[in-house]
Nanobody, 126 residues
Framework: QLVESGGGSVQAGGSLRLSCAAS????????MAWFRQVPGKEREGGAA??????????ADSVKGRFTISRDNTKSILNFELQMDNLEPEDTAMYYC????????????????????WGQGTQVTVS
C-alpha cells in the first residue's frame, strides 16, 4: 500500500512537498512515480525514479520545477516530490505509484508500468 501526504493549497509561485510511504512493500517494484489527474482528463505521469541508481525522468510540463527523490535507507520505502514555482495548471489530484519498469523510457510515465497506487492527495494552486 502507498499513502500520500503533503498536499494542500498554495499561491502561484509557491512550493509544496509531497511524500509517499510504502507499507507492505512489494519487492518486485523497481520504479516509483508521481501522477496527477484533473477531473474529466486522463491521468498524467509527472515524474519517475528508479529504485536502484540515479535515474529520474520528468514530463516536460514539470521539468525544471519538480524534483523526485527516494529514501532507500529505511525499512519502509519513502519517496517524495518537491514542487517549486507552482502554477495554477498544476492543480490536480496527485497519486504516487510503484511498479516494475523494464527500461523503456517511452513507458516510464505510463499507467501500465505501475501496479500499486496511493489514494491521492489534492494540490490546489491559485
Amino acid at each position: 500500500q502507498l499513502v500520500e501526504s503533503g498536499g494542500g493549497s498554495v499561491q502561484a509561485g509557491g512550493s509544496l512537498r509531497l511524500s509517499c510511504a510504502a507499507s507492505g512493500y512489494t519487492y518486485s517494484s523497481n520504479c516509483m512515480a508521481w501522477f496527477r489527474q484533473v477531473p474529466g482528463k486522463e491521468r498524467e505521469g509527472g515524474a519517475a525514479i528508479y529504485r536502484h541508481g540515479d535515474f529520474t525522468y520528468y514530463a516536460d510540463s514539470v521539468k525544471g520545477r519538480f524534483t523526485i527523490s527516494r529514501d532507500n535507507t529505511k525499512s519502509i520505502l519513502n519517496f517524495e516530490l518537491q514542487m517549486d514555482n507552482l502554477e495554477p495548471e498544476d492543480t490536480a489530484m496527485y497519486y504516487c505509484a510503484a511498479g516494475f519498469w523494464f527500461g523503456d523510457r517511452t513507458e516510464v510515465l505510463t499507467d501500465r508500468v505501475y501496479k500499486v497506487w496511493g489514494q491521492g492527495t489534492q494540490v490546489t494552486v491559485s
